[in-house]
């Protein structure tokens, strides 16, 4: 699954829609590299940096956005698994409460998979930005 990144000349203001890394955690962490705008010809950053060099805003922002989309695909998940759980559940005779007792666990299992698997993404991008810092000094 690639991504679309939405990137706007800072000369010119030409968008320039460019193919991104997959995972969204891996997003705006990398080396900083200069691009020409085909438009204008002048150089601009794409929007990466390394870790260390992220101020405390940008990290936050960074884990924010891991939190809220692990959040956001675990909810979509959820939405797919209740409706396909159904049938099966309704089969095995629950009262309305264990009913509820099953799906809520259903609900948090993936809603804390979802989430260890961004963190564990993000915190390994994070590794190797400072592996590659370290190896520049
Ligand atoms: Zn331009």
Known sequence: MATLRWVLCPHCGTSLNKPGTP????????????ETC????????????EWERKSKIERFFIRARTVLSSLAIG?????????????????LNLSNR?????????FLTIFIISFFKHW??????????????????
């Open 23 to 34: 995972a969204l955690a891996r997003k705006s962490i990398g080396p900083t590299v200069l």
């Open 38 to 49: 085909p438009h204008c010809l002048k150089q601009y950053s794409t929007g990466f940096s």
């Open 75 to 91: 909810f979509f998940m959820n939405v797919v698994i209740f409706f396909a759980s159904i049938p099966i559940l309704s089969k």
């Open 98 to 106: 264990e009913y509820l007792v099953c799906l809520g666990f259903i």
């Open 120 to 137: 564990k993404g993000l915190n390994e991008a994070i590794a190797e930005s400072l592996e590659r810092t370290k190896k520049k000094i």
